[in-house]
């Protein structure tokens, strides 16, 4: 099993401090059944600053970790990157795309809202022959007024990625409420873990695709499981028609 999301490299971000419990993450990950994981730092999200070449040494460092411990885990490079208006003056220099293949870019909105020049970011990634994927937009205030606004971005190119802790109301009831109407309307392609530790933010991959299968159907997880391992390859995705949602169908506002 593939996950695309997770803060696994120690020291970098917001996720494990010291290789002790880089370690740890990585043994609860194989025990979610995780075989590949794209570790992605925050890149310019006003904390933390991970530039590629930064991240690509990291992941050579560190999957000699794994392969010392004998723990069956391979990790991939990536970035979570924010979403900010000089994004693409030193993209080249900076951005790295989900396992290195020039593909598919994790994009990251501020938690607060959503900025007005994602049209414009999202255009100009697909100029570039790049793929945005937007990262829980579950958990984004601005998405949660106007989730009508995925259906839009989807539409001019981009991917949408929920958290598994979401699907399984970890982040709230609002949170899991529009997840379950994300996946219900098709404006859903991956579902990830996110992960950042072993406690509060864990792996809970496994038990959130159980969640979908008995909520939606097993072809749900087929899809994003599918869809994950061809991106980890570089590889055309599937694709649902999204649906508009009407908004007095969610219940949440």
């Not at 989730?147 to 802790?165: C, F």
């Not at 864990?202 to 391992?229: H, P």
């Amino acid at each position: 099993m593939v996950d695309i999301h997770s803060h696994i490299i120690p020291g970098v971000d917001d996720g494990p401090p010291q290789i002790a419990e880089f370690i740890e993450m990585a043994v609860a990950a194989v025990s979610n059944g995780i075989t590949d994981l794209i570790a992605t730092p925050h890149h310019m999200n006003g904390v933390y600053e991970n530039p590629k070449e930064k991240i690509r040494n990291a992941i050579r460092q560190y999957q000699k970790y794994l392969q010392n411990e004998g723990i069956p885990l391979s990790i991939h490079p990536g970035q979570e990157l924010r979403l900010h208006r000089d994004m693409f003056k030193l993209f080249e220099k900076e951005v790295l795309t989900l396992n290195d293949k020039g593909r598919y870019l994790l994009l990251e909105l501020s938690a607060g809202g959503v900025p007005p020049n994602i049209h414009h970011a999202v255009y100009e990634l697909r100029l570039k022959g790049i793929v945005p994927i937007i990262a829980h937009p579950e958990r984004n205030k601005g998405i949660e007024e106007e989730p009508n606004l995925l259906y839009e971005l989807i539409h001019e190119g981009a991917l949408v990625q929920v958290t598994a802790a979401s699907v399984l109301g970890n982040f709230g009831k609002k949170a899991k409420a529009l997840s379950e109407k994300l996946i219900e309307h098709h404006m859903v392609h991956f579902i990830a873990s996110d992960a950042h530790n072993c406690s509060s933010r864990g792996f809970s991959l496994q038990e959130a695709y159980r969640r979908i299968s008995a909520d939606f159907g097993r072809n749900f997880t087929a899809f994003y499981k599918t869809n994950a391992e061809a991106l980890l390859m570089g590889e055309k995705l599937e694709h649902q028609e999204p649906v508009p949602i009407r908004k007095k169908i969610l219940g949440l506002f």
